[in-house]
């Protein structure tokens, strides 16, 4: 085989590596619809997404054109299926931290304006030690149903099998 051609495999093996979302970037933007690079715009508000890190997946949430917020989010990998999700508000005002067990995750119930990801079994979802079985997400930050449904069936296939119901 040929220098070049080598080389040429070796460039496309790495270009699709690079790609490929970890487990803790493939849980971010279902939680927080993270995404490097995206914008979205929710009529009156834009919003722009920076990956900060991968691994955490880290992220700064900058919204416009009022004054200027800048949240960080991040999602932190505890084993395939459990992970910590933390966010801080406006330039470090205000925090939270939700613990997320995808094991026991169902499926999406969706309304107009918000959209709840539905656990199965006790405590799957903790934040600030209070217990529940649902995790709520905003719409205007979730991606559309089809790549959020995608970015499900990954974290399942991938990483997490969970609950089947």
């Given at each position: 085989?040929s220098?070049?051609v080598?080389i040429?495999?070796a460039?496309?093996l790495s270009?699709?590596t690079?790609?490929?979302q970890?487990?803790?970037?493939?849980?971010a933007?279902?939680?927080?619809g993270?995404?490097d690079?995206r914008?979205?715009d929710?009529?009156?508000t834009?919003?722009s997404?920076?990956q900060v890190?991968?691994?955490?997946?880290v992220?700064?949430?900058?919204v416009?054109p009022?004054r200027?917020t800048?949240?960080?989010v991040?999602?932190?990998?505890?084993?395939?299926?459990?992970?910590i999700?933390?966010?801080?508000g406006?330039y470090g005002?205000?925090?939270?931290e939700?613990k997320i067990?995808f094991?026991k995750f169902?499926k999406?119930?969706?309304?107009?304006?918000?959209?709840?990801?539905?656990?199965?079994g006790?405590?799957?979802?903790?934040?600030d030690g209070?217990?529940?079985?649902?995790y709520?997400v905003s719409?205007?930050?979730?991606?559309?149903?089809?790549r959020?449904?995608?970015a499900?069936?990954?974290?399942?296939?991938?990483f997490?099998?969970g609950s089947?119901f």
């Amino acid at each position: 085989m040929s220098k070049a051609v080598c080389i040429g495999l070796a460039a496309l093996l790495s270009a699709g590596t690079a790609q490929a979302q970890n487990a803790e970037e493939t849980a971010a933007f279902i939680l927080f619809g993270a995404e490097d690079g995206r914008t979205y715009d929710d009529g009156a508000t834009h919003f722009s997404i920076q990956q900060v890190t991968a691994s955490p997946a880290v992220y700064h949430i900058t919204v416009s054109p009022s004054r200027p917020t800048r949240t960080e989010v991040s999602v932190e990998r505890i084993n395939d299926c459990n992970y910590i999700a933390r966010w801080k508000g406006n330039y470090g005002k205000g925090s939270g931290e939700t613990k997320i067990d995808f094991s026991k995750f169902v499926k999406f119930n969706r309304f107009d304006d918000f959209s709840f990801l539905q656990f199965n079994g006790t405590c799957a979802v903790s934040t600030d030690g209070k217990c529940s079985d649902s995790y709520g997400v905003s719409k205007g930050s979730q991606a559309d149903d089809a790549r959020t449904d995608a970015a499900v069936a990954y974290l399942k296939t991938t990483f997490c099998s969970g609950s089947a119901f």
